[in-house]
């Protein structure tokens, strides 16, 4: 055995005790593993999302804007010296056939999930529109309703993939397509589409399929038709403001000059997510204090199922002269191997717990969040080898002739 070095005393304990052991990790790295999403939930992902939003992003949407009150919302803008944008018109619309078939949709296209499709979507006044089922279909089956619009230039942070966008002055009849939709609906460039707005038929060809970013903080749209499609229509609008915390106040203003428009306050929203994600946590908190308890107990009931193995052990090495430092040393590295293992199982547990979230929910790109590969096993060493050699304190303190008469 080489009972000298505490490094051999410590693993041979290890594998004598596998079962244990392996119930110990088991216990540990969930525990270590739920902290760690904890943490990565209520820091990193929130800041990486903002950190994702260019300069000057704005954080104020502005809904149901007739066309005689876009000079006198300008007017206001400019007055208070703030930087108004690009003004979107909006038009309720439902793919009604393609090449002349009923639309047959192949998959949930997802865009409930979109915060920015939500408002594009319709969904904040779908009052006024046919029942949707929350995966883009009406009680029919049919493709529900959408917000669309028109414009002459392609939308910040949209590319085309398919097609191409429509010369300087377009010609009326056609339509871009988000990709995702695209997929959904089956289309190509190229498909004729016929949509129903409000009482009228309007066909559009398929001029272009895009890919849109839907973390922008900008209005975005699945459905872009080109000017002079359906212009004729009539609409309401939308666009967007920045406003700095000072200028909040001026809403106010805002509201009583044009009562009807609605204002969205984005960073209010992000403030009440952050609220919720806060509050959610910990509660989440509590339970991982309970199972943090649970692992100690089931930690201490392992280590007290076999304190007497252990003290037959140390009976036999204090009778060949180990001193307490080398069998405290190999108690610590025992119970630090341990922990670190358990540690190390929980950071890829939580490393493929945020990267599932930040990829499926989120829809961000992954970071490798470093610091979590050296909390996740630290903590785990200092836990567990904290209370372990707590727990067999007595195994070390006790003399070497009090040892043999209690193993005899």
Not at 234 to 251: H, N, R
């Amino acid at each position: 055995m080489k009972a000298g070095n505490a490094w051999k005393l410590a693993m041979t304990a290890v594998r004598r005790r596998r079962r244990q052991n392996v119930l110990q990790v088991m216990v540990f790295s969930v525990t270590i593993m739920s902290l760690l999403i904890l943490s990565l939930l209520r820091t990193d992902l929130i800041a990486d999302w903002q950190a994702q939003l260019p300069e000057n992003t704005p954080n104020h949407f502005l809904m149901n804007i007739t066309g005689g009150q876009i000079e006198g919302i300008e007017a206001f803008f400019a007055d208070h010296a703030i930087a108004a944008n690009a003004f979107y018109p909006l038009v309720s619309a439902r793919v009604q056939a393609i090449n002349g078939s009923e639309p047959v949709p192949a998959s949930d296209p997802d865009d409930e999930e979109r915060g920015a499709s939500l408002i594009e979507s319709g969904e904040l006044d779908d009052a006024a529109d046919e029942a949707d089922d929350g995966e883009g279909r009406d009680e029919r089956g049919r493709p529900g309703p959408r917000r669309v619009t028109w414009t002459a230039d392609i939308p910040p942070d949209n590319h085309v993939i398919a097609g191409e966008w429509w010369p300087e002055n377009p010609a009326p009849g056609l339509v871009s397509i988000e990709e995702e939709y695209a997929e959904w609906l089956n289309l190509a460039v190229g498909d004729t589409i016929e949509f129903e707005i409000g009482q009228q038929s309007v066909s559009a060809e398929v001029a272009n399929i895009r890919s849109v970013r839907w973390d922008n903080m900008q209005p975005n749209f699945f459905i872009v038709f080109s000017p002079g499609t359906i212009d004729h229509l009539g609409a309401t609008y939308l666009s967007t403001v920045l406003l700095e915390t000072g200028q909040k106040l001026l809403l106010n203003d805002l509201l009583r000059q044009f009562p009807t428009i609605v204002v969205i306050e984005v960073d209010a929203l992000i403030e009440q997510i952050q609220n919720i994600i806060a509050r959610v946590t910990s509660a989440i908190e509590l339970i991982f204090a309970l199972v943090l308890v649970a692992g100690a107990l089931v930690l201490l009931a392992c280590v007290n199922a076999s304190l007497d193995e252990r003290f037959h052990e140390n009976a036999i090495l204090r009778t060949l002269g180990a001193g307490r430092k080398l069998i405290l040393g190999a108690l610590l590295i025992e119970f630090s191997l341990i922990g670190l293992v358990a540690g190390v199982i929980a950071t890829l547990g939580a490393e493929g717990g945020v990267f599932y979230l930040q990829e499926r929910l989120f829809e961000q790109d992954f970071n490798v969040h470093y610091w979590v590969w050296l909390a996740g096993p630290a903590l785990g060493m200092a836990v567990v080898a904290l209370l372990g050699v707590n727990a067999t304190r007595k195994v070390v303190s006790i003399s070497p002739l009090t040892a043999l008469r209690r193993v005899v």
